[in-house]
């Protein structure tokens, strides 16, 4: 067994972020300011798109879409149930009703005719979620989303780095959200990104990033700047400081080289446990560039004597660390009485929950630590194979 604990994710931190944060600090300017509008600029620039704003979380960016889209009381959204509580919790706080549906099998990302049933009348918009960096079918979604007249609100906080049929993911949806949390395949500790192709919408998101307060007011501490501005929208307090901004800036220029890291892993996990029958591996259709946030895998419960919480247990006592992604959103007390879904509603989430078992997997991690992470899994599998 390892000597060490193996987190299930860890930020990989490079010298040139540590430089450019130490600049940050040293220019005395560590609010929002030009580093956030470049990380903006940049994530957006990096999926094609010609806007790009950076907040404080994923959670903000959508928010501020569904604010921006004028989303309200009356209106629904649809989103996955299989999902992290982030999604539905904005879509309550502008006061739409959240709509939950399935996911398909292979890739757990929202199925499109699942979407399809629930749309009515009063459907708004559509928040597909890229499930562990797997991009939803996204083509499908988007006509689908088209035809019946509503916006794209895509959930991307596992895929920087993904795209589906050659097009990044941030060029599909009406607005896309991105994740700078701590765990993800960028971060700045906390932080996210909206994009959008849409100029009005940009401008919207900008505003009510900051208050409502008119888009260049950060500007009025600097000599160009005026100490006038106007608020005309109740907005919110989601922006982005440019200490954390300078992190992603960092991040941004080795991007790549720690998404090519993730799918070395993510192909050695997937080489070293072709054989072992008792683990199901993520899918990857051939449409998708997957950018391999998670590496979350199904257990054959029953192949095992055991349930996924001893399983976690006595991988935890071989010092490899794991997580769940999800719990079921209407599994969640405020869901189940707000929502009012029973056990069995959403049966192809149901039966991915109770199998999941996150693998670690962060650009840091060693070949070896993949092995000792297979290692692990083979020895558990073997203790509880029926
Ligand atoms: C991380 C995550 C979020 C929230 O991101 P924050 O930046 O922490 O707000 C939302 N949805 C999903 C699916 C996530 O994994």
Redesign the pocket.
């Known amino acids: 067994m390892r000597a060490t604990f193996l987190p299930v994710a860890r930020p990989w931190i490079g010298e040139r972020e540590k430089q450019l944060v130490l600049e940050t600090l040293d220019s005395g300017w560590i609010t929002t300011g030009p580093r956030s509008e470049e990380l903006g600029r940049r994530v957006a620039q990096r999926v094609g798109m010609p806007h790009g704003i950076a907040v404080n ?6 928010h501020l879409a569904l604010a921006a889209l004028g989303v309200g009381p009356g209106d629904e959204v649809i989103t996955a149930a299989y ?2 509580v ?2 539905v919790n904005v879509i309550e706080h502008v006061g739409a009703r959240p709509v939950l549906v399935d996911v398909e099998p292979d890739t757990l990302c929202m199925d499109p005719r699942a979407v399809e049933r629930a749309i009515t009348p009063r459907t708004r918009v559509l928040m597909p ?1 890229d ?1 562990g960096g797997h991009p939803c079918d996204l083509d499908v979604l988007l006509a689908l989303a088209r035809r019946h007249g509503i916006a794209m609100v895509e ?1 991307a ?2 895929a920087l780095g993904a795209s589906w049929r050659g097009r990044p993911v941030g060029g599909w949806a009406d607005v896309t ?1 991105f ?3 701590a ?2 395949n960028l971060t700045t500790g ?3 990104a909206a994009v959008t192709a849409d100029e009005a919408l940009a401008e919207r998101m900008g505003l009510l990033s900051l208050h409502g307060m008119n888009r260049d007011a950060w500007k009025r501490y600097t000599d160009t700047g005026s100490w006038y501005y106007e608020v005309t929208a109740p907005g919110f307090k989601y922006n982005l400081s440019d200490v954390l901004a300078a992190i992603g800036l960092g991040q941004l220029e080795h991007f790549d080289e720690m998404q090519r890291l993730r799918r070395e892993h993510a192909a050695r996990y997937d080489t070293l446990l072709a054989d072992v029958p008792e683990v199901r591996r993520p899918a990857a259709r051939p449409e998708a560039v997957h950018a391999w ?1 998670l590496y979350p895998i199904a257990l054959e419960l029953e192949r095992l004597s055991c349930d996924r919480a001893s399983f976690i247990q006595e991988l935890r006592a071989e010092n490899i660390g794991t997580s769940v ?2 719990i079921p959103i209407h599994y969640h007390p405020h869901f189940r009485a707000t929502l009012g879904h029973a056990a069995g509603a959403f049966p192809v989430t149901e039966d991915a929950y109770r199998r999941a078992v996150t693998l670690p997997l962060f650009p840091g991690m060693s070949g070896e630590d993949v092995e000792d992470v297979v290692a692990a899994v083979k020895k558990v599998v073997a203790h509880y194979r029926k």
């Open positions: 979380s994923a959670t903000g960016a959508l999902t992290f982030a999604c979620v499930y959930a906080a596992h959200a994740s700078f949390y765990t993800k906390e932080g996210g946030h992604h999800f």
